[in-house]
């Protein structure tokens, strides 16, 4: 599968961003779905996660309450929407596939990756 993710921009803190992620191929509905991000010098940071059937999802705690994750089968279509963002929310931010039943929050577990994009939270 084939990702390619949207959406990022310079905002301001407090302002909300939504970030797609349009997957290609005939089984996007089988995969979990997630969104990472990564800052220069750190590892990627797992944000947000999505089953198969989009009944489960987790959040790491310093998003909960402000990002919600959401998928749209009918679209391969993942999008995050990101409400009162913070300074510290600024990173480059990735969707990923996993092909398997199991939502995990390591990147290495994850099968297929997009091409990232920036997200800018000014203070």
């Known amino acids: 599968v084939q990702l390619q993710a949207s959406g990022g921009g310079l905002v301001q803190a407090g302002d909300s961003l939504r970030l797609s992620c349009a997957a290609s191929?005939?089984?996007?509905?089988?995969?979990?779905m997630a969104w990472f991000r990564q800052v220069p010098g750190k590892e990627r940071e797992f944000v947000a996660g999505i089953t198969q059937s989009g009944i489960g999802t987790h959040y790491t705690d310093s998003v909960k309450g402000r990002f919600t994750i959401s998928r749209d089968d009918a679209k391969n279509t993942v999008h995050l929407q990101m409400n009162s963002l913070k300074p510290e929310d600024t990173a480059v931010y990735y969707c990923?596939?996993?092909?398997?039943?199991?939502?995990?929050?390591?990147?290495?577990?994850?099968?297929?990756w997009g091409q990232g994009t920036q997200v800018t939270v000014s203070s």
């Open positions: 191929g005939r089984t996007f509905s089988t995969y979990v």
């Open positions: 990923a596939a996993r092909n398997n039943a199991l939502l995990l929050v390591l990147a290495k577990n994850y099968d297929y």
